[in-house]
Nanobody, 122 residues
Framework: QVQLVESGGGLVQAGDSLRLSCTAS??????MGWFRRAPGKEREFVAT????????SYADSVKGRFTISRDDAKNTVYLRMNSLKPADTAVYFC?????????????????WGQGTQVTASS
């Protein structure tokens, strides 16, 4: 089992930046992902990273603004979010997949954090 704890969410103005963190309860070589759920919408893929950090992928809506990274010495995955828009407002979830390769399908992930709220006001 792996427990994931997200932090770093908050209320910001449109155009501001935030960095989300996701810390795992133990070291793993799992692929990791960030997903989000906006009010009244389905959960959607945001970004993923493979076990080594060599492969990343992003949703088109965040490409060029968000960056996913990992620091395995700290058992932590980050999501740097720049130029936030009101459309980015959502609960952001961190997830871990018991494989080294990442995917964009949330159904492929085995462990989930509790989520952290991000609100970007206009």
């Amino acid at each position: 089992q792996v427990q994931l704890v997200e932090s770093g969410g908050g209320l910001v103005q449109a155009g501001d930046s935030l960095r989300l963190s996701c810390t795992a309860s133990r070291s793993t070589n799992y692929a990791m992902g960030w997903f989000r759920r906006a009010p009244g919408k389905e959960r959607e893929f945001v970004a993923t990273i493979n076990w080594s950090g060599s492969v990343t992928s992003y949703a088109d809506s965040v490409k060029g603004r968000f960056t996913i990274s990992r620091d395995d010495a700290k058992n932590t995955v980050y999501l740097r979010m720049n130029s936030l828009k009101p459309a980015d407002t959502a609960v952001y979830f961190c997830a871990a997949r018991r494989f080294t390769a990442s995917t964009q399908d949330p159904e492929d992930y085995h462990y989930w954090g509790q989520g952290t709220q991000v609100t970007a006001s206009s």
